[in-house]
């Protein structure tokens, strides 16, 4: 029989993918919102915030979101998202350090895994019996090595996830689909070890369901669901940063100084089909050309950070569509373009 500790490394397949029925029925269905990404029905919820990625990430400690709110001089409030604090409408006074690229999307770290674990286990009656859920859509059975022309590639390494478990049933949610495993609570990390990337499990709660623990694919935080005493203990532990959450809130949100930017740029591009935004990260220069049939139209972009340095720039195809919808598109493009720039 393994250990404990050996149950925490490895993880513990499994085909009773009917653990998640619950889930299932306690998810409402709308995507945007908290309760579309873990269950309802608990007495409180939190964010658990993903540190900031940097070079030196390992050699000290890691950069947390209020780091970066107290360089901006921006509040970090229960709803911030991370351009809300990276991304201020006026440029900081004194420059601060580079904090790098932005938090980690998806994944939990393991340093912020542990701490949750310990907490969780507290709290619920079956801490040796917990489920886990890892997407099925990572691509480690389909990796491949780009290399320089005429050099050789090193062996891909084999598929980290068993055949038996590729082919087996799945946890079926919304828009998503995942493989299941069970171990002690602690088994929250025994998804680090399949990949040379670190992957923590999108979902994982104890069998007696007393909390929920759910990362998203696109998000850069991590919700925790449970009772308020657990809720208590997350937030008020200093090793890891959590705020709380409202679960009828949407999961995104748009500061108002970026909406004005962006309503400036789309304005200026109806006008002049070019316009140049200066934010307090950098300048996004952008051109449109409206669509004319049958010819379709292009939108293109390039945003530079405060060293006049070209950090991302690439286009849009714009359909023949009616004014309405291609605003919607090019809203969508210029809001993702903008929000990238608080990772600058």
Not at 71 to 100: C, K, V, W
Not at 243 to 266: G, M, Q, S, Y
Request: with cysteine; glycine share 8%.
């Amino acid at each position: 029989m393994l250990s404990i500790v050996d149950q925490a490394r490895t993880p513990n397949w499994s085909e009773d993918v009917r653990q998640a029925d619950w889930i299932a029925r306690r998810l409402s269905g709308n995507w945007g919102t908290v309760l579309g990404v873990i269950p309802d029905g608990f007495e409180a919820y939190a964010r658990v915030l993903h540190p900031v990625e940097t070079p030196e990430r390992g050699r000290d400690r890691l950069v947390r979101w209020r780091d970066v709110a107290e360089r901006s001089g921006m509040p970090l409030r229960h709803n911030s998202q991370y351009h809300s604090i990276a991304l201020p409408p006026e440029r900081p006074a004194t420059p601060g350090p580079d904090f790098g690229h932005g938090p980690r999307v998806g994944s939990l770290y393991s340093e912020d895994i542990r701490v949750l674990a310990e907490i969780g286990r507290r709290w619920t009656s079956t801490p040796e019996l917990c489920w886990f859920c890892l997407w099925d859509g990572y691509g480690w059975n389909n990796m491949v090595f780009m290399v320089e022309h005429g050099a050789s590639a090193p062996p891909v390494p084999p598929d980290p996830i068993p055949d038996s478990v590729r082919e087996g049933p799945k946890v079926r949610l919304p828009n998503r689909s995942y493989f299941v495993y069970s171990g002690p609570v602690e088994a929250g990390v025994a998804t680090f070890g399949l990949s040379d990337t670190e992957q923590s499990p999108n979902l994982w709660w104890p069998q007696d369901q007393s909390w929920c623990i759910a990362t998203e694919l696109d998000l850069e935080w991590t919700y925790v669901a449970g009772s308020a005493g657990m809720i208590d203990d997350i937030l008020t532990d200093s090793r890891i940063e959590a705020l709380p959450a409202n679960p009828a809130e949407p999961i995104n949100r748009i500061e108002d100084w970026v909406k004005d930017w962006i309503d400036t740029a789309i304005r200026e591009l109806m006008e002049t089909g070019q316009t140049s935004i200066t934010t307090s990260m950098g300048t996004m220069e952008a051109s449109i050309e409206m669509p004319s049939p049958p010819r379709q139209g292009s939108l293109s972009y390039r945003s530079t950070d405060l060293q006049g340095r070209t950090r991302q720039s690439g286009g849009q195809p714009l359909g023949i569509y009616n004014a309405e919808h291609m605003d919607r598109i090019v809203r969508s493009v210029l809001t993702k373009r903008i929000i990238a720039m608080a990772e600058f």
